[in-house]
């Protein structure tokens, strides 16, 4: 403290250009303001390149309807299952499917290190970039954290990041706009607004504002039909990502497509619900299914259903629990109402016993 009172009340520590002023008891009567908060300027250059393979635009971005929002499967040990992952991906591809979510909430990015996260995305657009845009969720409660995660998938070539809006620790909206001009300066980007898992809506003032970036492909937005209708009606492309609306946001309120979580399951009569013109009933036809699979909180009813199918090993990463008997009876019964030539797989339906699921705790 001693060497600190020797400084005199315009020293500057050195190699830094701002002065170090001491509090003056005796000034009590004037007027302090406190400096105005700024963000400190973007002046890094970004960890990008132009020739990045399967680099896309974000007009690219904004024209696709069938969006799925893959599963990651695992292996006993709690592994990514590669193999049954590529053999998923390749099944949205033959269904018309034009895009997929890489470790979004369906894929299980929360239950991921960044290392994993990333690899995904590298391995997807290695495998799968030529033939369908891959998006990868890069988003994060920290700015900076989410910003580092989308050069580096950038970099392994990903052609479009979702953002979630800051969770837990929520901010302030000027502070959901400076986040998302962090994110933006990236790449292209969709902007995920689902209060639900945040505990914060995005409100559209948040979005107009941020409208004017060429980087904004759009949002994916939960909240529902009125608020889609808002956005198109301003000209700013919206995905549903509430499955059993997508058809009427797409026929009716103007919305470009879904993000979709049962197109895992039927690709080919999503694609027709929203490509093929207003179709009630299909859209009544596949209601009970979706309806089953948001009865507890996604991915476990997804998981539970694939692992029935037969199309990934029946391995959860704790902390969530396959559905119980009587529901895995209900999917069963689903699937022979609607058709098994519809869903995923070759493998006839299962119910599966308790005993066959394994519960992976660390991995």
Known sequence: MAMLKSYNSSACFRGFDFPVHRYNANKRRSYWKPPQAVVIPNFHLPMRSFEV??????????????????????????????????????????????????????????????????????????CFGGKIKVVGNTGSNSTSEAIHASEQGFGVGMHAALHINPYYGKTSMDGLVSHFDGVLSMGPTIIYNVPSRTGQDIPPHVIQSLAHNSNLAGVKECVGNDRIKQYTDNGIVVWSGNDDQCHDARWDYGATGVISVTSNLVPGLMRELIFGGKNSTLNLKVAPLIDWLFQEPNPIGLNTALAQLGVVRPVFRLPYLPLPMEKRIEFHNLVKEIGREHFVGEKDVRVLDDDDFILVDRY
Not at 69 to 77: N, R
Not at 93 to 107: A, K, Q, R, S, W
């Open 53 to 126: 393979k399967n680099r896309t635009s974000t007009d690219d971005i904004k024209c696709l309807r069938l969006i799925t929002a893959i599963k990651t499967p695992y292996l006993p040990d709690g592994r990514f299952d590669l193999e049954a992952y590529d053999d998923l991906v390749n099944t949205q591809i033959e269904h018309g499917v034009e895009g997929i979510i890489v470790g979004g909430t369906t894929g299980e990015g929360q239950l991921m290190s960044w290392d994993e996260h990333i690899m995904l995305i590298g391995h997807t657009v290695n």
